[in-house]
């Protein structure tokens, strides 16, 4: 019998000796033809996509086959679903198929929401349009985009946003923080770039589509991270702290972020961790604020963990942990607090942690231990550990 597998790899294994340097003029070609297979595919697929009059017509179709009175009310049986199916064009196929019916819940006739369907195939458009959008920002077609191709991505997403009240002064900060965002929460082992399947399958994603949501512009506003007034807020904290206008924060103007309660210490280890020349950008702020915003979310653990362990160990053993927080109790000493005793702290952060080694915390002993927000937060904010040290009397 011919053993392809091995016949295979002997002429790959030869052409690989016999081939020469492919020289510029080669490269460049393959690069173009390369760039164009690639287009050809997202052109294909884009003409494959439902339109604004597609989704009009759907709409108007489903409309007409539900029944009940307002938009939440009307629903579709299963005939309905079939009669519209059987009335609109072949590119409908993929939304239209009995199983994608039988995923949504139906009433007590069988009947399913028109309102959840139409928003389901909205969703799946957005994000097969969005797929084939990242794809072409993606240069070296790895399937992955690095932070400048994703702020590419998103320059161009704005308009579709709803975002009438940023100024272009603050785009460019609109899109670094909203960058950031993702990056801090889908680049956990901060490799640089991020799977284009993984941004479309996460909830980050979803947030910010929301802000296309025309129907609920003024929740949006005000709960949402993507929100022309978060973001608003955001650069206004940041633009307070930079005193001397040079775009960069300090060392000493970094003393006043959140009301100048961060220990010495912790901000020490912020800037020798993740500054640049002695001074910190507006990425590594915004990564701090979302750290500190989110304290038990596990990307925010695992950010200050890095910077309490301040002898890059993987752990924090007693030294760290006492040092670390006898600087949080000097900060309260300043603000006029009375002295707490240092060790009983340090011993109840030990037991707070429950660590499987019980000379040492490392990572993984904060994030089982399910309070690991609160315990970075007493190793670096004085406020924080006198809310903790607080918390019975101010529960009354």
Same mark, same amino acid.
């Given at each position: 019998?011919?053993?392809?597998?091995?016949?295979?790899?002997?002429?790959?294994?030869?052409?690989?000796?016999?081939?020469?340097?492919?020289?510029?003029?080669?490269?460049?070609?393959?690069?173009?033809?390369?760039?164009?297979?690639?287009?050809? *595919?997202?052109?294909?697929?884009?003409?494959? @996509?439902?339109?604004? #009059?597609?989704?009009?017509? &759907?709409? $108007? !179709? +489903?409309?007409?086959?539900?029944?009940?009175?307002?938009?939440?009310?009307?629903?579709?049986?299963?005939?309905?679903?079939?009669?519209?199916?059987?009335?609109?064009?072949?590119?409908?196929?993929?939304?239209?198929?009995?199983?994608?019916?039988?995923?949504?819940?139906?009433?007590?006739?069988?009947?399913?929401?028109?309102?959840?369907?139409?928003?389901?195939?909205?969703?799946?458009?957005?994000?097969?349009?969005?797929?084939?959008?990242?794809?072409? *920002?993606?240069?070296?077609?790895?399937?992955? @985009?690095?932070?400048? #191709?994703?702020?590419?991505? &998103?320059? $161009? !997403? +704005?308009?579709?946003?709803?975002?009438?009240?940023?100024?272009?002064?603050?785009?460019?900060?609109?899109?670094?923080?909203?960058?950031?965002?993702?990056?801090?929460?889908?680049?956990?082992?901060?490799?640089?770039?991020?799977?284009?399947?993984?941004?479309?399958?996460?909830?980050?994603?979803?947030?910010?589509?929301?802000?296309?949501?025309?129907?609920?512009?003024?929740?949006?506003?005000?709960?949402?991270?993507?929100?022309?007034?978060?973001?608003?807020?955001?650069?206004?904290?940041?633009?307070? @702290?930079?005193?001397?206008?040079?775009?960069?924060?300090?060392?000493?103007?970094?003393?006043?972020?959140?009301?100048?309660?961060?220990?010495?210490?912790?901000?020490?280890?912020?800037?020798?961790?993740?500054?640049?020349?002695?001074?910190?950008?507006?990425?590594?702020?915004?990564?701090?604020?979302?750290?500190?915003?989110?304290?038990?979310?596990?990307?925010?653990?695992?950010?200050?963990?890095?910077?309490?362990?301040?002898?890059?160990?993987?752990?924090?053993?007693?030294?760290?942990?006492?040092?670390?927080?006898?600087?949080?109790?000097?900060?309260?000493?300043?603000?006029?607090?009375?002295?707490?005793?240092?060790?009983?702290?340090?011993?109840?952060?030990?037991?707070?942690?429950?660590?499987?080694?019980?000379?040492?915390?490392?990572?993984?002993?904060?994030?089982?231990?399910?309070?690991?927000?609160?315990?970075?937060?007493?190793?670096?904010?004085?406020?924080?550990?006198?809310?903790?040290?607080?918390?019975?009397?101010?529960?009354?």
């Amino acid at each position: 019998m011919l053993q392809l597998p091995k016949l295979t790899s002997r002429i790959r294994a030869a052409g690989t000796r016999a081939r020469a340097p492919a020289d510029p003029a080669s490269k460049a070609v393959q690069a173009a033809f390369d760039a164009a297979v690639q287009k050809c *595919y997202i052109d294909r697929h884009r003409s494959q @996509l439902l339109t604004s #009059e597609d989704l009009d017509m &759907l709409w $108007d !179709l +489903l409309w007409e086959h539900a029944s009940g009175g307002t938009p939440d009310e009307r629903r579709l049986s299963y005939d309905d679903f079939v009669a519209v199916r059987e009335l609109l064009p072949p590119k409908f196929d993929a939304y239209m198929r009995s199983s994608i019916f039988m995923q949504f819940l139906p009433d007590e006739w069988g009947h399913v929401s028109v309102l959840f369907f139409f928003n389901f195939v909205l969703r799946k458009v957005g994000l097969m349009q969005a797929r084939l959008d990242m794809s072409s *920002y993606d240069a070296d077609k790895d399937g992955y @985009l690095t932070e400048p #191709e994703f702020e590419a991505f &998103l320059l $161009d !997403l +704005l308009p579709t946003l709803n975002l009438d009240n940023l100024s272009p002064d603050v785009e460019h900060f609109y899109v670094c923080s909203t960058s950031r965002k993702f990056f801090y929460c889908l680049d956990t082992k901060r490799r640089g770039k991020l799977s284009i399947q993984q941004i479309l399958l996460s909830n980050t994603l979803i947030e910010l589509f929301e802000l296309r949501e025309a129907g609920r512009r003024e929740e949006i506003e005000q709960n949402n991270w993507f929100s022309c007034t978060n973001s608003m807020r955001l650069y206004e904290r940041y633009s307070r @702290l930079d005193t001397n206008n040079d775009g960069l924060l300090s060392r000493s103007e970094m003393t006043g972020f959140q009301s100048a309660t961060y220990s010495s210490a912790y901000l020490d280890r912020l800037f020798h961790e993740r500054s640049s020349g002695g001074q910190i950008d507006y990425r590594t702020f915004v990564d701090l604020v979302l750290a500190v915003d989110n304290p038990m979310e596990p990307e925010s653990i695992a950010f200050q963990f890095r910077l309490l362990d301040m002898k890059n160990q993987g752990f924090l053993d007693e030294a760290t942990v006492t040092f670390m927080f006898r600087s949080v109790l000097e900060r309260m000493v300043e603000f006029g607090h009375e002295p707490v005793n240092l060790s009983d702290v340090v011993n109840e952060i030990f037991d707070m942690a429950s660590p499987k080694c019980g000379s040492y915390i490392t990572l993984n002993d904060l994030l089982a231990s399910g309070i690991g927000g609160t315990i970075t937060t007493i190793l670096s904010d004085c406020r924080g550990f006198w809310a903790y040290d607080n918390r019975e009397s101010e529960g009354k």
